[in-house]
C-alpha cells in the first residue's frame, strides 16, 4: 500500500513549480495549489493583506503538500475509496477538483451501480466504489483512468487553448494524457497511431 504522503510526492512532481498561464483558468499555480485554492484558505504568506500571485509565488513544497492531505484528501474522503482507486483519484482531485469524483461516478453509472453524479465522495458513491472494485478488482483502476483520460481529451475538444495540455508542440501525447496513463496499465495506452487518430480533428 502506498503511503499518502508518498502519493503527495509524487503530485508535487507532476505539477512542476511556479506557473501562471493565461490559458489555464487556474491561473498562478505552485506545485498544482491554485490562487483561487490559495485565497479560499486566506493563505496570505507575504502578510500584506492580499492573496496574490506573490504568495503563490512563496508556497513551499511542504505547505502544498499540507494543502494536498487536508483539502483533497481527507476533506474529500478520497481516503475511503477502494485502494485500488485511491491514488488516481486523488491526483486528479488535485489537478481537476470535484470533477475528479464526477468522473468516478459516471464511471460507475456505467457499470451499473446507479450514483448521484454530484461530485461528493458520500456513503452512495463509497460504497458504489467498493462495490464495483470488489466485482472488477483487476480493472476498477484502468477503467478509471481511461475515464480521466477521456476527460481531458473532451475538454481539448471543446477548448482549442487547451490543446496545448493534451498534445506537444511536436504533436505527441501531452502532460494531461501522460498524466492520465500513469494510472492505466501499459495495455491500454493509446499507440501513436491511436492518439493521432484521436486528435486528428484537432487539425
Known amino acids: 500500500m502506498q503511503k499518502v504522503r508518498d502519493i503527495a510526492e509524487k503530485i508535487i512532481l507532476r505539477e512542476g ?3 501562471n498561464d493565461p490559458d489555464d483558468p487556474g491561473g498562478a499555480t505552485k506545485y498544482g495549489v491554485t490562487i483561487h485554492t490559495m485565497r479560499r484558505l486566506g493563505l496570505d504568506l507575504d502578510g500584506n493583506g ?4 506573490a ?9 502544498a503538500i499540507e494543502i494536498f492531505l487536508k483539502q483533497y484528501y481527507d ?7 477502494p485502494e485500488a482507486l485511491r491514488a488516481s483519484v486523488f491526483d486528479m482531485y488535485v489537478n481537476a477538483g470535484g470533477n475528479a469524483v464526477k468522473i468516478l461516478q459516471r464511471l460507475l453509472n456505467q457499470m451499473e451501480h446507479p450514483v448521484t453524479v454530484d461530485g461528493v465522495l458520500g456513503p452512495q458513491t463509497l ?3 467498493h462495490r464495483a ?7 476498477i483502476a484502468d ?20 490543446r496545448k495540455y493534451a498534445r506537444t508542440r511536436a504533436g505527441g501525447k501531452g502532460g494531461w494524457i501522460k498524466r492520465a496513463e500513469e494510472f492505466i496499465s501499459p495495455r491500454y495506452h493509446l499507440s501513436a497511431e491511436e492518439f493521432q487518430e484521436r486528435i486528428s480533428a484537432w487539425g
Open 143 to 162: 477503467a478509471y483512468g481511461i475515464a480521466r483520460r477521456n476527460y481531458y481529451f473532451a475538454l481539448a475538444d471543446r477548448r482549442a487553448a487547451s
Open 127 to 129: 460504497a458504489a466504489a
Open 50 to 53: 492580499v492573496v496574490d500571485a
Open 17 to 19: 513549480g511556479y506557473v
Open 133 to 139: 472494485a470488489n466485482a472488477a478488482p483487476n480493472h
Open 55 to 63: 504568495d503563490v509565488r512563496r508556497l513551499t513544497r511542504d505547505q
Open 75 to 81: 476533506r474529500p474522503r478520497i481516503g475511503e475509496l
